[in-house]
């Protein structure tokens, strides 16, 4: 079992920076998929970056040139640096592990931490 805990969130004024921090724990490996995703208020969830083993990352539009995943590997800390943010990324967000080296289905989430944009 994986555990994740997120932190980092707050609020921020548009045009601001944040960065997202994630520790996982328990049966977390570097060799597995790692993501971060975000609920807007009245809206679904939606992915944000995710990373794989390879360290190969995938954006969603919307964040692509202002948005950086990256992982500590040694920390098994992965972390979501958020530039220029907007009010539209206002939103709760979690981080997510699949468990293994595929990135198809996300098994743990963490408890979410707050991103506020005015």
């Known amino acids: 079992h994986v555990q994740l805990v997120e932190s980092g969130g707050g609020s921020v004024q548009a045009g601001g920076s944040l960065r997202l921090s994630c520790r996982a724990s328990?049966?977390?490996?570097?060799?597995?998929?790692m993501g971060w995703f975000r609920q807007p208020p009245g809206k679904e969830r939606e992915e944000v970056a995710h990373?794989?083993?390879?360290?190969?990352?995938i954006y969603a539009d919307s964040v692509k040139g202002r948005y950086t995943i990256s992982i500590d590997n040694a920390k098994n800390i992965l972390y979501l640096q958020m530039n220029n943010l907007k009010p539209e990324d206002t939103a709760m967000y979690y981080c997510?592990?699949?468990?293994?080296?595929?990135?198809?289905?996300?098994?743990?989430w963490g408890q979410g931490t707050q991103v506020t944009v005015s």
């Open positions: 990373i794989d083993v390879y360290g190969m990352t």
């Open positions: 997510a592990s699949t468990g293994r080296r595929s990135c198809a289905t996300w098994a743990y």
């Open positions: 328990g049966d977390a490996y570097s060799s597995d998929c």
